[in-house]
């Protein structure tokens, strides 16, 4: 695959809605590193399974991470090879019929090589970073991770080896017969809004003295 695209790969030519298709890998980059979680899919006893779950990128790897049980990545290693989709969900799309309207969305699909992280300095380095990516700032107020966390949690490399992106946005595609009825028609945006914190009760925390960390007040002045 050549330069700054991705794709299209034998699995991620996108065949419908081709004009809606984007490979270059800034566009897939921006849309994985934006998406708040994922989806990793694959044959679990004979049957497609799809499971949530996070994500981070660094350079052309996604990492995964969860319990050394859990089927679906067990199934991905066993397979050597990973099937990700991650969505932004950015509004609503209302055409003047209901065939034609939709939601506006940016997603990804990623098809590539998988393995387990298995080096144990890299592997504390990778789950550190989930910290910090779901929440920028948050591996350095949290205490360190045990050595039997470390032990219970599976962390997984996949290679971004071909991947495509769909974007959906814009105006309606409403039929031109359409367009002289008066039927409301337009587009609602939406974005994921994060609310104020609610302190847990328990523990320290009872006093009331412990303040909302930094981590906290710059994701919400930021958002
Ligand atoms: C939030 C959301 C809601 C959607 N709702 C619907 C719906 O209700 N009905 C519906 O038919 N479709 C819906 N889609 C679009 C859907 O994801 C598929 O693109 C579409 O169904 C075409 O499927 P296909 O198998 O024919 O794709 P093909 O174009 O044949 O797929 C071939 C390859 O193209 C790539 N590709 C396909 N879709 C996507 C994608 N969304 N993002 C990135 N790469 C992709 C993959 O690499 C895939 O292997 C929705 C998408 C999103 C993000």
């Not at 328990?202 to 002045?221: C, F, H, I, K, N």
Request: aromatic share 4%; glycine share 6%; charged share 25%.
């Amino acid at each position: 695959m050549s330069g700054s695209t991705l794709g299209p790969g034998e699995r991620t030519r996108v065949r419908r809605v081709v004009k809606k298709a984007r490979y270059d890998e800034q566009v897939i980059y921006e849309i994985l590193d934006q998406a708040r979680l994922c989806h990793v899919a694959a044959l679990v006893n004979g049957a497609a399974v799809a499971l949530p779950t996070l994500h981070f990128r660094e350079g052309r790897t996604v990492f995964l991470h969860g319990s050394p049980s859990n089927e679906v990545m067990k199934a991905v290693l066993r397979e050597g090879e990973a099937f990700v989709t991650a969505t932004l969900y950015e509004g609503l799309r209302l055409a003047r019929s209901g065939f034609h309207s939709s939601i506006a969305f940016r997603s990804v699909v990623v098809v590539g090589a998988a393995h387990e992280v298995l080096d144990e300095s890299e592997k504390l380095r990778v789950l550190n970073l989930f910290i910090d990516r779901v929440l920028p700032g948050r591996a350095r107020e949290v205490r360190p991770l045990s050595d039997k966390e470390v032990r219970l949690t599976m962390v997984v490399a996949v290679a971004i080896d071909e991947a495509s992106a769909k974007i959906s946005s814009g105006p309606t595609d409403d039929d031109d017969e359409d367009m002289a009825l008066s039927i409301w028609s337009g587009t609602v945006p939406a974005r994921l809004v994060f609310e104020s914190p609610i302190p847990d009760v328990d523990g320290a925390m009872s006093s009331g003295a412990v303040e909302v960390p930094t981590s906290v007040r710059r994701l919400l002045e930021q958002q």
